[in-house]
């Protein structure tokens, strides 16, 4: 099964994967520390736009990816504004008890799962997973017997939907009767969880020998199909970077939207 998405390639396309990752990683580990919503809002803004603008993928596929991200926003908010502690209440039935401390760190909450989402589906949307690894392999020094690894991994996804769909249309032809219930469950689980796994790991034990004949185990030195180095669109992220972080803080001082700096 072959899965394409049509897109456009931009710089962020070009920027070498593991800076990427580096810089991102770095980000999050960051927004942990960060307690006012106003300064995660204006870094939704910014973003929101690099989202839009950047990754070149069709507004389908943005809005299509960007409903989880809502999704995320109203579980996360909702579950903190319902029920979270405080002493000024604004609104109490039962067990939902709405507080003034509940509400900020609510949107707290849900602004931060948003900044996430966003920069996650930015990473995914503009890099290649081939890419990937061999950036790691390059520039953060990986072991190619796990890079490949992981890229055999990823290859066998989508073969094993492949199989599971096959296994489902030779069991629907073969009218194949399932019994009602728990016990009918058990059945399907069987069916279609033994074969799949019996294929899996004899497609892994294949790619485990083929790796070893390839000298895989060594640690000498290997030559690699693609070529990946710095280049000035990684110096271009991080100047953009810098600024979106600068401007969204003194947008936070400025332009403030809730009326409170720290949600603790």
Known sequence: MSISINYQSTWL????PSFKLLILTALFIGMLFVHNPNFLLYMIIGALLLYLFGTGHTWK???????????????SSTTMIFFGEGETTWFKLGLIHITEESFYRGIHLGLRSCVFGILSLIFALTTR????????MQQLRLKPKYAYSFMAAIRMLPIIVEEFQTLQQALKVRAVQYSKGI???????????????????????????????????KDSQRTYY???KYTNKD?????LLAAWLFLSY??????????????R
């Open 226 to 228: 693609y070529q990946l």
């Open 13 to 16: 396309h070009r920027i070498n």
């Open 250 to 263: 003194i947008c936070s001082e400025q332009f403030i939207v809730f009326p409170i700096e720290n949600v």
């Open 61 to 75: 596929v943005i809005g299509l990816l960007a409903i989880p991200l809502l999704i995320i926003f109203l579980s």
């Open 235 to 239: 110096i271009l992220f991080s100047i």
């Open 183 to 217: 016990k009918g469950w058990y059945e399907k689980i069987k069916l279609y969880a033994i074969p799949l796994l019996a294929q899996s790991i004899r497609r892994a034990h294949r790619i485990a020998v083929a790796m070893e004949a390839k000298k895989f185990s």
């Open 129 to 136: 997973p081939v890419y990937l690894f061999y950036s790691t």
